[in-house]
């Protein structure tokens, strides 16, 4: 039996993992930590954006020529693709399982081309609170110092991206939220079986954290640290980002997304705006994160000039075309 791909789509730092292994407890789910496969995939197709040895803007244009040759096509490619990845997915799944759940947060690159290509694929958007990710950003990934230059590309690029593909009125997705996951955990599980339409009575929530995850990928500090669903992440935001130029920082990130995005996503502009104001103003680190964000900044230039060389335009167009295709066919 093929499982139904269950695509589950966030940014890093937003939950995945334990809204993951929460409908792992029911045998009808099947996954494994975080595959990645259709990155390299369906980036094949796609010429900014890669560096590598072989020269990935000429390996395009060769793939390009090639689907010309096809009875079909590009579809044609695409459909192998899908074939390939639905194979990959039913052999990790094993026999039994209604669903493979594929949780690769960076897909948020590739949310709208996945979304085409899956078109019985169920969606689950996972949202939270940005500034909060920012915030666990920085202590998981940076050890508490300032590192938020290296994941623009999640928290700028990505964020806009699947605000753009989110569809409420699409019968394939639902939307959740992180703080609704671990305040009423019971709740929030009852509308994901109840959107896959699996008996929620099979499900052993309880044991979430005994759910095994094969691979190096994917968040296991949740894991570690909590035996049961807990609420107690809501608040650390605060103290991460309370020094002056955190707290400046948050606020000029919430007028970059803005009211109606934040608005999609389940949150007020205003009440975010409010907290981040209130937040403290110390020189806490103040030294050290302007040295790291002035560092962070070169390196993106440098990585950036080197994926997109020449193509810096060609990537802004190309952005916009896909989000405006998403909501035109949303």
Same mark, same amino acid.
């Given at each position: 039996m093929t499982p139904t791909p269950i695509f589950l789509f966030s940014l890093p730092r937003s939950g995945s993992t334990l809204v993951q292994r929460l409908l792992a407890t029911h045998p009808d789910v099947a996954t494994t930590a975080e595959p990645w496969i259709l990155l390299p995939m369906l980036y094949s197709l796609r010429r900014p954006g890669v560096l590598a040895e072989y020269?990935?803007? *000429? *390996?395009?244009?060769?793939?390009?020529?090639?689907?010309? *040759?096809?009875?079909?096509?590009?579809?044609?490619?695409?459909?192998?693709?899908?074939? &390939?990845a639905l194979s990959l997915y039913a052999g990790a799944a094993g026999d039994d399982a209604?669903?493979?759940?594929?949780?690769t947060p960076r897909y948020h690159l590739i949310a709208h081309e996945i979304m085409e290509l899956f078109p019985d694929a169920k969606f689950i958007f996972l949202w939270r609170q940005p500034v909060a990710i920012a915030a666990s950003v920085i202590e998981s990934f940076g050890? !508490?110092?300032?590192?938020?230059?290296?994941?623009?590309?999640?928290?700028?690029?990505?964020?806009?991206?699947l605000v753009a593909v989110s569809r409420p009125g699409d019968p394939r997705c639902l939307s959740i939220r992180f703080e609704d996951v671990v305040r009423d955990s019971?709740?929030?599980?009852?509308r994901l079986f109840e959107f896959l339409d699996v008996d929620p009575a099979a499900a052993q929530p309880g044991e979430f954290e005994r759910i095994s995850l094969? !691979?190096? &990928?994917?968040?296991? *500090?949740?894991?570690?640290?909590? $035996?049961?669903? $807990? $609420?107690?992440p809501l608040d650390k935001w605060k103290e991460t &980002?309370?020094?002056?130029y955190r707290r400046r920082w948050s606020r000029r990130y919430l007028e970059r997304v803005g009211p109606d995005r934040l608005r999609l996503m389940g949150y007020d502009y205003h009440e975010l705006m409010g907290e981040v104001q209130r937040l403290g103003r110390t020189p806490r680190a103040l030294? $050290?994160?302007?040295?790291?964000?002035?560092?962070?900044?070169g390196y993106r230039r440098v990585t950036c000039g080197l994926m997109y060389p020449g193509d810096k335009e060609l990537r802004r167009q190309a952005q916009k075309a896909q989000a405006e295709l998403a909501r035109t066919s949303s």
């Open positions: 020269g990935h803007r *000429t *390996t395009v244009r060769a793939i390009e020529d090639f689907c010309r *040759t096809l009875p079909a096509g590009r579809e044609e490619y695409l459909d192998e693709l899908r074939r &390939m209604r669903y493979f759940l594929d949780k050890g !508490g110092r300032w590192n938020l230059e290296r994941y623009a590309v999640d928290l700028g690029d990505g964020l806009e991206n019971g709740g929030q599980l009852g094969p !691979g190096r &990928m994917g968040d296991r *500090t949740g894991v570690r640290e909590y $035996s049961t669903v $807990s $609420s107690e &980002m309370g020094t002056w030294p $050290s994160d302007l040295a790291r964000s002035a560092y962070g900044h």
